[in-house]
């Protein structure tokens, strides 16, 4: 069955760095366009970043552009979040979500990661 | 814009008929796709393509779509539908994904 998997989350201060990372299973990764969501506490949904189904092509929220960079590799079937210059209201849990092979929509989610920056 | 207007909360009893919308300047041209996220648990899609609900989804939910506004019916509400439900639509070339604020939903 696909699984996706996160790791990484934890205490970080105000304007370090963290990577996020997450492991697909269970289907052909390099098959699916890949993407990080996040939902801060007691709030919605907010996606992040998406990278395609090769890594050559990125995208991101403005909120984060700039800042985070989101990266593949499909020998292991992982996707990185690497966030730097880190602020309180980046505080999320950060999900993985496997984006449909060739619709607009996220079929698979991991169970998230919480990242809290906080001094 | 690409935003998404949701109803904040809907509030039904068992058995009766909860309606959730989305309205979008995006819309309808692009599809709207809803999720399901219970307390502590990642989102679950529940409807995609306005109408098309996924397998193993129960057949009390069903979407609907009439100009800019989308529109997820769950008939015969119980107690386990009881979450937060948000659409989610992207841009024509799905560079751009953007959700709804989300609607709580309320089984009295």
């Known amino acids: 069955q696909v699984q996706l998997v996160e790791s990484g989350g934890g205490v970080v201060q105000p304007g370090r760095s963290l990577r996020l990372s997450c492991v697909g299973s269970?289907?052909?990764?390099?098959?699916?366009?890949m993407h990080w969501v996040r939902q801060a506490p007691g709030k919605g949904l907010e996606w992040v970043a998406l990278?395609?189904?090769?890594?050559?092509?990125?995208y991101y929220a403005d909120s984060v552009k700039g800042r985070f960079t989101i990266s593949r590799d499909n020998s292991k079937n992982t996707v990185d979040l690497l966030m730097n210059s880190l602020r309180g209201d980046d505080t999320a849990v950060y999900y993985c979500?496997?984006?449909?092979?060739?619709?607009?929509?996220?079929?698979?989610w991991g169970q998230g990661t919480l990242v809290t920056v906080s001094s | 814009s690409n935003e998404l207007t949701q109803t904040p909360s809907v509030s039904v009893s068992p058995g009766q008929t909860a309606t959730i919308t989305c309205s979008g300047d995006?819309?309808?041209?692009?599809?709207v796709y809803w999720y399901q996220q219970k307390p502590g648990q990642a989102p679950v899609l529940v409807m995609y393509?306005?109408?098309e609900r996924p397998s193993g989804i129960p057949e009390r939910f069903s979407g609907s779509s009439s100009g800019p506004i989308v529109t997820l019916t769950i008939s015969g509400v119980q107690a386990e539908d009881e979450a937060d439900y948000y659409c989610?639509?992207?841009?024509?070339?799905?560079?751009?994904?953007?959700f709804g604020a989300g609607t709580k939903v309320t089984v009295l």
């Open positions: 979500a496997r984006r449909e092979a060739y619709m607009f929509y996220f079929d698979y």
């Open positions: 269970g289907f052909n990764f390099n098959n699916h366009p």
């Open positions: 990278i395609s189904y090769d890594g050559t092509i990125k």
């Open positions: 995006g819309l309808p041209k692009q599809y």
């Open positions: 393509k306005d109408t």
């Open positions: 989610q639509s992207a841009d024509s070339s799905g560079k751009q994904y953007v």
